[in-house]
């Protein structure tokens, strides 16, 4: 690591050139871009346009719909990580015994993964369409409810976090598979001769052993719930009912390129990247300082 | 290494000059026509395109009418925006405003041409006009109607030639037919917020002030006031019993009434040979539901017309016009509505279609368009509403009722909460404009 290309001064330089100019490029200016524009008002061809100051920051802070964005984004997120992950995790273990089949099932939970957020986005809008979707059916003859997730708030949020979860699963499953084959089997040995049940070693030697995966796999789902869900989004309920899937990023999206309002969205996009951005240095954080690692 | 660059210069030079030379003059169309509609646009463009050796129609679909108005204007910004591009009617005052088209009544003016602006339906015609001169080319205009399943009627002992005129009746039938057990839910709307609009025109309401945008920048609009929370009380009252079901937005609910799955539709007409293509049963149509003893007024157009963006070349306007002109055909025109449902846009195809039968032949053809041509437009109300950000405010329109029919706000709460997002929206559109 020391030794760092003696004799060549430039060649360092011009190797990460590359991918600093595209970080340039494509972020770094069109954020400063965004920056400028959250001054302004513009009109929505953009051939008028005048200084505002700060009024698409207080319109922002003193909009209803913001903070309820906010609190469904992260409502949204915990329902995808925390449901999503402890079901990954369960599949995995399931599928890592030993039995008869096991490479079948550990394919089958996996492909789930090979369709995008959009394709899953179909099936399931039509898995719960509500005047025609057998989900929508079969759940109304179990439990007698008759759900309609394209004007119930909360049954909307539920049934895109299900569809995240299930789209996200094969790639948490193979993680965790991963993750599992890695545990040491001594250790877990160890443990049964001390007289350890199965499910007190999975909790103490087990899950400490996988916290690397699931720290990784708790970042990962954080970015696809904050982020990559939009194609869902876009396909299922296009931010409804009434504004309760409008997550921080499809908000953004609705209010620039729907309602037009690039300047507020601007400034939206500004508020988003720091929120964005101390979420993940705080789950780097904790990550590196409490996970578990082998060396 | 110098003679060798300058050769290769050369080259290249002489080889896009030839290509200029023979080049045809290329039009890029964007469009939001999906489904049945698409293959029927694709067939009259390319019967352009062999017509016309030396011009080049190149017709793209961008999406819903939402992506396709907001996909122009970020193309636009990007200076990448196409020769024409096809706005709904929502989209108007916002094209009209935007500095980035030319009027196409000013096109004939433009190439030394006269044209008879009379020859194209009056209701569109009025539309698209701005103090009496045409500013985009009409090409689908539609209106909303009632479509129904008689085979249900009937089923349900209902009179399968009687549909339902007013609400009360929707509800009534609507009793019968849950009751009988024919359907869980029985009418949805497509176009949910469209059909407010719809509501408020057909009787007579003014929708936004400025009479509805049409005389100057609407500055709020005019809900809720008592008519408006009387329509959205009895829509969320139906939804309560069942009757009314929220099957999603556009042409979502298309399937649930092919299906059988409900009974009754309000739809665009365009969604007609869709509908009577997929449905296993008799279908009726008749005019939209109405409040008795409420005033009358008009259904107002929706739809789409062709907006052409400035700065286009001399050669590239004729080419345009060519294809406008194409379009405006009698017998171009009449495949248009045979094949989509979509009103015959000029005098000509009218008389023609009537002439041999068609609408003896097909007489749900007819159905949204008497309804237009029998209303009033001499109101500001019965012509329909222009606003800048109309996009935004139909989005919170259907934010009102998803929030009403849910039983999450009241009908008057959600229709407020609505208007005082409308209300900011066309302060932003204004001050933006700097007016």
Redesign the interface.
């Known amino acids: 690591m020391e030794a760092r290309f003696p004799g060549y001064r430039v060649l360092p330089y011009l190797l990460v050139f590359p991918s600093v100019a595209v970080i340039i490029v494509f972020l770094v200016v069109p954020f400063i871009q965004a920056a400028i524009q959250s001054f302004f008002?513009?009109?929505?061809?953009?051939?008028?346009?005048?200084f505002?100051g700060v009024r698409q920051y207080k319109l922002l802070f003193s909009d209803p719909s913001y903070a309820r964005s906010l609190l469904t984004s992260w409502y949204f997120a915990l329902i995808v990580i925390i449901g999503g992950l402890s079901l990954s995790l369960f599949i995995a273990v399931l599928v890592t015994r030993r039995v008869r089949g096991t490479a079948f099932y550990q394919i089958a939970f996996i492909w789930t993964y090979a369709l995008s957020p959009a394709v899953a986005g179909v099936i399931w809008a039509l898995l719960f369409?509500?005047?025609?979707g057998i989900g929508t059916y079969v759940f109304s003859k179990l439990t007698g409810i008759a759900i309609?997730y394209?004007?119930?708030?909360t049954t909307a949020i539920l049934v895109l976090a299900a569809a995240a979860i299930w789209n996200m699963l094969g790639y948490n499953v193979c993680f965790y598979i991963a993750g599992l084959q890695n545990v040491p089997r001594e250790l877990e040995e160890a443990a049964r001769v001390d007289g350890a049940g199965p499910w007190r070693t999975f909790w103490v030697i087990t899950f400490p052993m996988l916290s690397p995966t699931t720290a990784f796999l708790v970042f990962v789902n954080t970015i696809y719930a904050f982020f990559q869900v939009f194609g869902l989004i876009d396909i299922m309920t296009?931010g409804?009912?009434?504004?309760a899937t409008e997550i921080l990023v499809y908000k953004l999206y609705?209010d620039a390129?729907?309602?037009?309002?690039y300047n507020y969205a601007s400034a939206q996009s500004v508020v988003l990247f720091l929120i964005v951005a101390a979420t993940a240095i705080f789950q780097l954080w904790v990550s590196t300082r409490r996970a578990v690692y082998l060396r | 290494m110098k003679r060798a660059l300058t050769f290769l210069l050369l080259i290249l030079v002489g080889f896009s000059w030839a290509y200029l030379g023979y080049a045809k003059t290329r039009i890029e169309f964007w469009h939001a026509m999906s489904g049945s509609r698409l293959k029927v646009l694709e067939k009259i463009v390319n019967d352009f395109n062999s017509l016309h050796p030396d011009i080049e129609v190149v017709p793209v679909f961008t999406g819903t009418y939402?992506e396709t108005l907001?996909k122009f204007?970020?193309a636009?910004?990007a200076g990448t925006a196409p020769h024409i591009v096809q706005v709904y009617e929502v989209g108007t005052q916002?094209m009209i405003?935007?500095?980035?088209i030319i009027p196409v009544y000013q096109i004939p003016e433009v190439l030394g041409e006269t044209w008879d602006w009379g020859q194209y339906i009056l209701p569109i015609l009025l539309y698209y006009s701005v103090d009496g001169n045409l500013w985009s080319f009409p090409f689908n205009s539609s209106t909303s109607m009632l479509y129904y399943n008689k085979d249900h009627f009937r089923a349900a002992g209902l009179d399968p030639n009687k549909p339902p005129t007013t609400w009360d009746e929707v509800e009534e039938y609507g009793k019968k037919l849950i009751e009988a057990g024919i359907v869980k839910?029985v009418i949805?709307f497509g176009w949910p917020d469209w059909q407010f609009e719809q509501q408020l025109a057909l009787h007579n309401h003014l929708y936004a002030d400025n009479d509805n945008g049409r005389t100057g920048l609407a500055t709020r609009v005019m809900w809720p006031d008592e008519f408006s929370i009387k329509v959205f009380e009895t829509w969320t009252r139906l939804?309560q019993e069942g009757i009314l079901?929220?099957?999603?937005?556009e042409y979502d609910?298309n399937?649930?009434f092919t299906?059988g799955?409900?009974s009754m539709l309000l739809q665009s007409t365009s969604s007609l040979d869709g509908i009577l293509k997929t449905a296993k049963f008799e279908v009726g149509t008749s005019f939209l539901p109405r409040f008795a003893g409420e005033p009358i007024g008009n259904s107002v157009i929706g739809g789409a017309s062709l907006w052409v963006r400035k700065g286009l070349s001399y050669d590239e306007l004729r080419a345009v016009w060519e294809f406008f002109k194409y379009l405006g055909n009698t017998d171009v025109t009449i495949y248009w509505h045979k094949n989509t449902g979509y009103f015959p846009a000029t005098n000509a195809a009218v008389k023609q279609l009537m002439d041999e039968g068609w609408f003896a032949k097909s007489p749900n053809h007819l159905t949204a368009f008497l309804q237009i041509l029998i209303g009033r437009r001499d109101t500001a109300a019965s012509l329909g509403v222009r606003l800048?950000?109309f996009?935004?405010i139909r989005?919170y329109i259907?934010?009102?009722m998803?929030?009403a029919?849910?039983g999450?706000l009241s009908p008057a709460e959600a229709l407020a909460e609505a208007a005082a997002k409308a209300n900011a929206?066309l302060e932003?559109?204004r001050?933006?404009?700097?007016k």
């Open positions: 008002q513009t009109s929505p061809f953009g051939t008028t346009s005048s505002v369409d509500p005047a025609v309609n394209t004007i119930q708030g296009k409804g009912p009434g504004g609705r390129f729907i309602r037009v309002r | 939402e907001t204007i970020a636009y910004r916002t405003d935007s500095g980035a839910n949805a939804a079901i929220y099957a999603g937005v609910p399937a649930a299906s799955a409900i800048g950000p996009v935004a989005d259907r934010s009102a998803e929030k029919f849910s999450a929206a932003e559109y001050l933006a404009l700097g």
